[in-house]
């Protein structure tokens, strides 16, 4: 019976993860744009009203995309275990 190795381990993969996002600038999370802030504080209610409904327009789709896919891979995570044997022509 042969064994499955995996090319590195989950707790490994996840602390990889944590050291990128912990090692990220905060320049690449778009809150060092003075610009941006400076005109969104200085604008009316119904344009700061108007920017988070951009906002949200913008988040939805791309979580609801994000959501799917991660369902899909995980609705056929045990679909290919690795031991099945391709016909030889």
Request: charge should be positive; include cysteine; hydrophobic fraction near 50%.
């Amino acid at each position: 019976m042969f064994l499955k190795r995996r090319w590195m381990s989950r707790k490994t993969l996840r602390g990889l993860a944590l050291l990128a996002a912990l090692a990220a600038p905060s320049s690449l999370f778009a809150q060092g744009c003075a610009l941006c802030y400076q005109t969104a504080a200085a604008s009316g209610a119904r344009f700061i009203h108007a920017l988070k409904g951009g906002i949200l327009a913008l988040l939805i789709p791309s979580v609801l995309i994000g959501v799917g896919i991660g369902l899909v891979v995980y609705q056929r995570r045990d679909d290919c275990d690795g031991d099945e044997v391709l016909p030889s022509e």
